[in-house]
């Protein structure tokens, strides 16, 4: 059993920076994989970074260049740094334990999400 703990959303202005935390806790198996995800109200819910086991990254293209992703394994917690923000990166996000099965990203574990707000 798993439980992820999220922290760090709150509201930022345009061009501000901001990092969301996701603290894993029980039984965490070395060939999970790590992504978040963000919800709009009116848009899609879209898989914005990814990080295997390896450590190896993917991102949307619509945050590429301005998120990052990166785990602390000795900590285990994952983050989300967040620059150059925008009105249009508003939106629930949530922090996910899963899986690859080729270069497709399943989701075994969600977090409760936390909201980010950007302000022009």
């Known amino acids: 059993q798993v439980q992820l703990v999220e922290s760090g959303g709150g509201l930022v202005q345009a061009g501000g920076s901001l990092r969301l935390s996701c603290v894993a806790s029980?039984?965490?198996?070395?060939?999970?994989?790590m992504g978040w995800y963000r919800q709009a109200p009116g848009k899609q819910r879209e898989l914005v970074a990814t990080?295997?086991?390896?450590?190896?990254?993917n991102y949307a293209d619509s945050v590429k260049g301005r998120f990052a992703i990166s785990t602390d394994n000795g900590k285990n917690t994952g983050y989300l740094q967040m620059s150059s923000l925008t009105p249009e990166d508003t939106a629930v996000y949530y922090c996910?334990?899963?899986?690859?099965?080729?270069?497709?990203?399943?989701?075994?574990?969600w977090g409760q999400g936390t909201q980010v707000t950007v302000s022009s």
């Open positions: 990080i295997s086991r390896d450590g190896l990254t």
């Open positions: 029980g039984s965490i198996f070395r060939v999970n994989a």
């Open positions: 996910t334990l899963g899986w690859f099965r080729g270069s497709d990203y399943g989701v075994g574990n």
